[in-house]
Structure formats: structure tokens, C-alpha cells
């Protein structure tokens, strides 16, 4: 028979608001540790007899507590984030690159005026927000859904609402990928929306509408293709680079040299899905190589295992994987 670890909680309200609507938050606690998660009165049971296991149990609930106290909705993302942040901290040792650091404080992200928070919800993505943390460019790669442009969007959105930075970019390459361009009805604007209309998603679900509309119109928030940059110094600007796979390998370095002083710059991209002609030279897989070495730029790799839109999506990216 199992052992258990047990917490007593003195506050009821506080009992309730952990367990959550029909104990939900404990069921994702034990579909997270593996083990059943009950409660008897004012106490909280976990049954395993494994002290790694009963540890991290216990740093779940201490800051699951201390979110309540702040009056903190404890939402799944919350408590993924909880856990990636302890499992990360564990599996990195002395040399984590969060190391005497309060994990998911330092990661949490904030973004003033809205309602929204944002948490890592893998081990990939805590690495990826504690790279924006720690670098001033960064290399976000991985399939669809693992959210690295939706990471890059929260962090961009905080830092300029919070007046860290002066300006968020946001640009992409435009590439014709089945149609041409110039069949496209419209004028350039409209036929360039489709293709950064992702950007303006991520930044909808985080902000309001009207709220996107104002940074436009005072020019805090600039949309422009790729093509755009050239000839510009972007001083003191977050500026996210998306779909990067497609730039050719003279558009990746007309951007990195476009980075000026006091700007922060993150590069998306998925080499898997690339659209231009010569896939081996996409400017993307080029900088990869030809960077890896430079201490002061920052590489993330997530996978299929970080995809959080839907389970199906990661299984679907890992047949593609197999086939290829």
C-alpha cells in the first residue's frame, strides 16, 4: 500500500479555491504526478511512497497558496506552469539558468491592462522564457502549436506596456506559397493582411481590440513585412521576426543587422514547414549553423511534446515526423 503525503490547511475557502469546481485542480495535480490526490476534512492526501514525487507535491500546493493569497484565479495553465518550473529547477541542478530564482514569478507574464497571465506549460517553454529573459536575441524553433510566437507575442506586449521598451515589431516574410501574389485582390495593405493576420491573433487573445488599435495608431505597435526593414536601425524595439524558416539567407542578415541598441529581438520559425523554392537555403537553417557558437544569442528547440493546442496536433506532427 502507498504511503502519503498530507498538508492540513486551516482556511476552508483556501481548501476550496485549491481544489477547484468538482476538484479539478486536483485532478490535474495527479495526472501531472501520477498519483491520487485527495482530500479528508482540511487535509490534502497524496498517495505515493515516492519522496520525489511528495516533494514536488508539496511545492505545487505551497504555491498554489501563495496564488491564492494574491487573489489569483488558479487556472491549468497556473498549475502546468507551477510544475514546469519545479521540474526544470530539478532536472538543470546547480547550473539551472533559474538557479536561485523564484521559478514562476521570474516567468509569469504579466501584461498591464489586461486580465490575462501567461505560464510556461512544458520544460521547453520555461527554457524559452527564461532565454527571453536572458539575452537580447533569441531563437525560438519548433512545429506548430508549441507557442513560440504566442510566448514571443505575451513578452513583447509586457515589456512595451510596462515602458521597457519603446516599440514592438512585429514582421514576417512574405512568401506566395500556391497563389500569386499580384492575383490577390486589393491593394498591397489587404493583400498583405493574410499572411500577418497569425500576429494579430496572438496579440488579440492576450489584449483587446481597441487596445491594438491605439498602440497602431501612436505607432507603438508597427505590422510590416519583412521587405520593410531594410535600411531601418530598430533602437530600443522588441521586435519578433515570425515564420523565419521562409526568409532567404540575405533577408535573415538584413534583419540581424537592422538590431540596434537597447532592442530585444526573437526569431520563430519551424524548418519543417519551409515555403521558399530552395528549402537548404533558407535563412533560418543558415543562421542556425553559423550562429550556434555565439555565447550571447539564445537557442531554443521545442518539439512536438511542447504542443499545446490539442492533443491530436501532436499527433499528427509526429506522424508527418515519422514519414519524412
Same mark, same amino acid.
Given at each position: 500500500?502507498? #504511503? #502519503?503525503?498530507?498538508?492540513?490547511?486551516?482556511?476552508? +475557502?483556501?481548501?476550496?479555491?485549491?481544489?477547484?469546481?468538482?476538484?479539478?485542480?486536483?485532478?490535474?495535480?495527479?495526472?501531472?504526478?501520477?498519483? @491520487?490526490?485527495?482530500?479528508?476534512?482540511? /487535509?490534502?492526501?497524496?498517495?505515493?511512497? %515516492?519522496?520525489?514525487?511528495?516533494? +514536488?507535491? *508539496?511545492?505545487? !500546493? =505551497?504555491?498554489?497558496? /501563495?496564488?491564492?493569497?494574491?487573489?489569483? !484565479?488558479?487556472?491549468?495553465?497556473? =498549475? @502546468?506552469?507551477?510544475?514546469?518550473? !519545479?521540474?526544470?529547477?530539478?532536472?538543470?541542478?546547480?547550473?539551472?539558468?533559474?538557479?536561485?530564482?523564484?521559478?514562476?514569478?521570474?516567468?509569469?507574464?504579466?501584461?498591464?491592462?489586461?486580465?490575462?497571465?501567461?505560464?510556461?506549460?512544458?520544460?521547453?517553454?520555461? &527554457?524559452?522564457? @527564461? *532565454?527571453?529573459?536572458?539575452?537580447?536575441?533569441?531563437?525560438?524553433?519548433?512545429?506548430?502549436?508549441?507557442?513560440?510566437?504566442?510566448?514571443?507575442?505575451?513578452?513583447?506586449?509586457?515589456?512595451?506596456?510596462?515602458?521597457?521598451?519603446? #516599440?514592438?515589431?512585429?514582421?514576417?516574410?512574405?512568401?506566395?506559397?500556391?497563389?500569386?501574389?499580384?492575383?490577390?485582390?486589393?491593394?498591397?495593405?489587404?493583400?498583405?493582411?493574410?499572411?500577418?493576420?497569425?500576429?494579430?491573433?496572438?496579440?488579440?487573445?492576450?489584449?483587446?481590440?481597441?487596445?491594438?488599435?491605439?498602440?497602431?495608431?501612436?505607432?507603438?505597435?508597427?505590422?510590416?513585412?519583412?521587405?520593410?526593414?531594410?535600411?531601418?536601425?530598430?533602437?530600443? &524595439?522588441?521586435?519578433?521576426?515570425?515564420? $523565419?524558416?521562409?526568409?532567404?539567407?540575405?533577408?535573415?542578415?538584413?534583419?540581424?543587422?537592422?538590431?540596434?541598441?537597447?532592442?530585444?529581438?526573437?526569431?520563430?520559425?519551424?524548418?519543417?514547414?519551409?515555403?521558399?523554392? @530552395?528549402? #537548404?537555403?533558407?535563412?533560418?537553417?543558415?543562421? !542556425?549553423?553559423?550562429?550556434?557558437?555565439?555565447?550571447?544569442?539564445?537557442?531554443?528547440?521545442?518539439?512536438? /511534446?511542447?504542443?499545446?493546442?490539442?492533443?491530436?496536433?501532436?499527433?499528427?506532427?509526429? $506522424?508527418? %515526423?515519422?514519414? /519524412?
Amino acid at each position: 500500500m502507498n #504511503k #502519503k503525503c498530507s498538508i492540513v490547511l486551516d482556511d476552508h +475557502q483556501k481548501l476550496a479555491d485549491l481544489c477547484g469546481f468538482n476538484d479539478s485542480n486536483l485532478k490535474i495535480i495527479e495526472t501531472l504526478l501520477g498519483s @491520487n490526490v485527495y482530500t479528508t476534512g482540511n /487535509e490534502l492526501h497524496f498517495s505515493s511512497d %515516492d519522496l520525489k514525487k511528495q516533494d +514536488q507535491f *508539496k511545492k505545487i !500546493i =505551497i504555491k498554489l497558496e /501563495e496564488y491564492c493569497s494574491k487573489g489569483c !484565479i488558479l487556472s491549468p495553465d497556473l =498549475i @502546468n506552469g507551477i510544475y514546469s518550473g !519545479i521540474t526544470f529547477h530539478e532536472s538543470s541542478g546547480n547550473n539551472s539558468e533559474l538557479n536561485n530564482k523564484n521559478e514562476l514569478e521570474n516567468l509569469e507574464l504579466v501584461i498591464p491592462g489586461s486580465t490575462k497571465r501567461v505560464y510556461p506549460k512544458s520544460y521547453n517553454q520555461v &527554457s524559452l522564457l @527564461n *532565454k527571453f529573459n536572458n539575452f537580447d536575441i533569441i531563437f525560438a524553433v519548433g512545429p506548430a502549436g508549441t507557442g513560440k510566437t504566442y510566448l514571443a507575442v505575451a513578452k513583447a506586449l509586457s515589456e512595451v506596456l510596462q515602458k521597457k521598451k519603446r #516599440k514592438l515589431i512585429l514582421t514576417r516574410p512574405v512568401v506566395e506559397a500556391g497563389e500569386s501574389l499580384g492575383f490577390l485582390p486589393g491593394d498591397l495593405t489587404q493583400k498583405i493582411n493574410p499572411y500577418l493576420r497569425p500576429l494579430y491573433d496572438a496579440m488579440e487573445s492576450l489584449i483587446s481590440f481597441e487596445t491594438i488599435t491605439k498602440l497602431e495608431e501612436s505607432r507603438i505597435i508597427e505590422i510590416a513585412p519583412l521587405a520593410y526593414m531594410r535600411g531601418r536601425s530598430l533602437s530600443d &524595439s522588441f521586435i519578433i521576426l515570425d515564420e $523565419a524558416q521562409n526568409t532567404t539567407r540575405e533577408q535573415m542578415k538584413m534583419f540581424l543587422t537592422r538590431i540596434a541598441e537597447g532592442s530585444k529581438a526573437v526569431i520563430t520559425g519551424d524548418i519543417t514547414q519551409i515555403d521558399i523554392p @530552395n528549402k #537548404k537555403k533558407s535563412g533560418l537553417i543558415h543562421a !542556425i549553423n553559423i550562429l550556434k557558437d555565439v555565447k550571447e544569442i539564445g537557442f531554443s528547440f521545442l518539439s512536438s /511534446e511542447d504542443v499545446m493546442r490539442n492533443k491530436l496536433i501532436k499527433k499528427i506532427i509526429e $506522424a508527418y %515526423d515519422k514519414e /519524412e
